[in-house]
């Protein structure tokens, strides 16, 4: 697969990925049934995968040597950390609500490495 269309599959799939993430995270601290549906409990992991994968293919291209490349996956994995105490983890609402304030964060800066190549994202 073509770099480019691997980065717009990329691209796309981390914009559904935190749609998915907000209205879970909004869906876990209102304590809604909602995220019991199957389809919520399924098709963000699938996104994931997707955005995951194509990361991976990305980096592996241009390789991983990049200290950009580091601080993306230094950032997913805070992310996934923290995005597990918004949706789950979070004994109370207003925990899981801070969590996920701080998960969406955490993804602009990510979002900020990969714009502009920097470990600094957007102070740099």
Known sequence: ???????????????ISIVFFVIRAWWSVNESPRLQAR?????????DTVLLVCGLWMAATIGFHQPWIAAKIVGLVLYIIV?????????????????AIVAVIIFMYIVGVAITKQPLSWLA
Do not use: W
């Open 1 to 15: 697969m073509p770099y480019l269309a691997l980065k717009h599959l990329h691209t796309t799939a981390a914009v």
């Open 39 to 47: 389809f919520v409990r399924i098709a963000p992991h699938v996104v």
């Open 83 to 99: 995005g597990t105490i918004a949706i789950k983890r979070g004994r109370t609402p207003a925990s899981r609500g801070i969590a």
